[in-house]
């Protein structure tokens, strides 16, 4: 017989009331609930006046929730607090919006395959553009590059736009740099506000309100002043996502999206698109600056410092195991919510219909019951030797589960592994100062600021 969500493991030190209010950390909240998986199991319950959250850690039970006839997608924690800044964008929108359903089939052919070869040659621009930097500054601020290089491919592939962050100025969006600092601000709000203590929580949301409402209001006139350069321009063409957003009707319905949920996609993706992809880069850069051979055994052995065709991207398998493993171990979005759709068992407790659950992945991509004992340490060939597939049992799951996925992961991936291509190609790296990776949260899991050397690979040859 099931047992009740009352009976699941918790943090010790529970108080009356208050619940597990020692255990709280608004400032790093994934990373310490993949600290008490080590210790509480599989799954466990963290408690706040009242209010359980079921914490799911372990692959087995992790993968049971990825079931679609049984499971489905809630919009809770961060996200949540998002739909503030990007109103009914595909990753904050409900899935009963309409708008939500549109949006996707509208987008869904922008990140096909053709849509990837269209978007390679913008994609690479920046890749030269952040390699000729490099080339004349060797110490590389990472968090700020990356910064810049990934929103510059989301602004140049996606909406045929410059950012001003890399290259040349000249019809650059303006007020690039003060959007990056309100957005900044914004996904740390999103993500301290959901772990915050009772009570002091509400009185930093009072006092914080007017900054945050100045901040969002930063952000989405930034983009509207990208969408309205574009209306102003002339330019119909629908071969970038802004393009498809504004001109290609909804198969389903005949419809366009109204141009306030165009503000809000275009913010999704500059925001998303950026951040995660560049947490991702950032956590690949150390690696490759800390473990110099591995680095050079990459560049000799598949990659050339000719110009990258779209085809040599797809191929380059060494640099896409690499990007996976930083993918498992530091996934971007550590975890999501899953809702029962009818009375789940999960792991001997018994779920009701409606009742939410967090999947951190953070933990499930670390289990040493299916990744083995090593499963806390960086080792990109465990995806060159087997395929990771959803029967395989390793549950493995960065880019969110269903029909609620993210749309962009080719895209992101593709980009990743560009970038790191180009850069591999052409540098060598090494850490600035030696350490270990310290990860920050703000809506997403990002490293904290770290520097890295770059010397030209030809000096060497």
Avoid at 8 to 16: A, E, K, Q, S, V
Avoid at 110 to 132: E, K, N, T, W
Avoid at 170 to 190: K, N, Y
Avoid at 310 to 319: A, L, M, P, T
Wanted: glycine letters at 8%.
């Amino acid at each position: 017989m099931s047992k009740p969500l009352s009976a699941l493991p918790h943090p010790p030190g529970r108080i009356p009331i208050l619940g597990d209010v020692r255990s709280a950390d608004r400032r790093r909240p994934t990373q310490h609930e993949a600290e008490l998986a080590l210790r509480l199991g599989p799954v466990f319950q963290r408690e706040l006046l009242g209010n359980r959250l079921v914490v799911v850690g372990g692959a087995d039970l992790a993968n049971q929730t990825l079931d679609e006839r049984s499971w489905g997608r809630a919009l809770v924690g961060p996200l949540a607090q998002l739909r503030e800044l990007a109103g009914a964008g595909l990753f904050t929108a409900r899935s009963k919006d309409p708008l939500w359903g549109q949006a996707r089939r509208i987008l869904t052919p922008g990140f096909s395959q053709s849509a990837m070869r269209i978007y390679h040659d913008a994609m690479a621009s920046v890749a030269d553009d952040l390699a000729a930097k490099w080339a004349t500054s060797p110490v590389v601020d990472v968090h700020q590059d990356m910064t810049s290089a990934t929103l510059e491919v989301i602004g140049r592939a996606g909406f045929s736009c410059r950012m001003g962050l890399l290259g040349r100025q000249d019809g650059a969006a303006e007020g690039t740099e003060q959007f990056l600092d309100s957005l900044g601000r914004v996904l740390v709000w999103a993500s301290e506000s959901t772990n915050d203590v009772p009570i002091v929580g509400t009185v930093r949301e009072f006092l914080g309100a007017r900054r945050r409402n100045a901040d969002i209001a930063v952000c989405r006139n930034f983009v509207q002043r990208i969408i309205e350069s574009r209306l102003q321009s002339g330019d119909h063409g629908n071969t970038d996502l802004l393009g498809l957003m504004l001109e290609t009707e909804d198969p389903d319905t005949g419809d366009r999206l109204p141009l306030h949920n165009v503000t809000d996609q275009v913010l999704t993706f500059l925001a998303a698109g950026h951040e995660t992809t560049a947490a991702l880069m950032e956590v690949a850069l150390y690696h490759l600056a800390a473990e110099p051979i591995s680095a050079d055994r990459i560049a000799e052995t598949e990659l050339d410092p000719a110009p990258l065709t779209y085809e040599g991207v797809v191929k380059s398998r060494q640099i896409r195991a690499y990007v996976n493993e930083c993918l498992r171990l530091w996934p971007p979005a550590p975890g999501f919510f899953r809702v029962a759709r009818t009375d789940q068992e999960l792991g001997g407790y018994h779920i009701p219909s409606g009742r939410g659950v967090f999947v951190l992945a953070l933990a499930a991509q670390r289990d040493t019951a299916v990744w083995g004992p090593d499963a806390h340490r960086f080792r990109a060939d465990r995806f060159t030797a087997e395929r990771i597939t959803a029967g395989s049992g390793k549950f493995f799951s960065p880019w969110g589960a269903g029909p609620r996925s993210c749309i962009g992961r080719q895209f992101a991936m593709h980009e990743a592994s560009l970038l790191l291509a180009t850069l591999l190609s052409r540098f060598r790296f090494r850490l600035e100062k030696s350490g270990e990776l310290v990860m920050r949260e703000r809506a997403t899991l990002r490293p904290e600021p770290f520097r890295i050397v770059a010397t030209p690979r030809k000096s060497e040859r």
